[in-house]
């Protein structure tokens, strides 16, 4: 079984940056394509970042060039480190891995079949 858990959440202003982590569990992370996705207050879930097993990158257009996603295959861990946050950066942001079959990010949540219970970013004016 795989397990996801974010850490790193919280309350900051406009302008400043947050790093968020994303531990999984099991031998074959180094493997595994995983996702960032968040859900703003009232709205869909919708994609972030990911990253695959080589380390290509993929971002959504609102946050390219702020957002920067990174796997460390020694901790097991997926960071995701947010520059330049504003305030409709805030969300709940979960992580997520695809299947160790699929090789490809998608930036869709229907792919992934694993999930974190998600930590809370809030950016204030």
């Known amino acids: 079984q795989v397990h996801l858990v974010e850490s790193g959440g919280g309350l900051v202003q406009a302008g400043d940056s947050l790093t968020l982590t994303c531990e999984v569990s099991?031998?074959?992370?180094?493997?595994?394509?995983v996702g960032w996705f968040r859900q703003p207050p009232g709205k869909e879930r919708e994609f972030v970042a990911g990253?695959?097993?080589?380390?290509?990158?993929y971002y959504a257009d609102s946050v390219k060039g702020r957002y920067t996603i990174s796997r460390d295959n020694a901790k097991n861990t997926v960071n995701l480190q947010m520059n330049s946050l504003k305030p409709e950066d805030t969300a709940v942001y979960y992580c997520?891995?695809?299947?160790?079959?699929?090789?490809?990010?998608?930036?869709?949540?229907?792919?992934?079949?694993?999930w974190g219970q998600g930590t809370q970013v809030t950016v204030s004016s």
């Open positions: 099991g031998p074959t992370f180094s493997r595994r394509v």
């Open positions: 997520a891995a695809r299947s160790l079959i699929y090789t490809v990010v998608l930036p869709t949540s229907t792919p992934y079949t694993y």
């Open positions: 990253i695959d097993e080589s380390g290509s990158t």
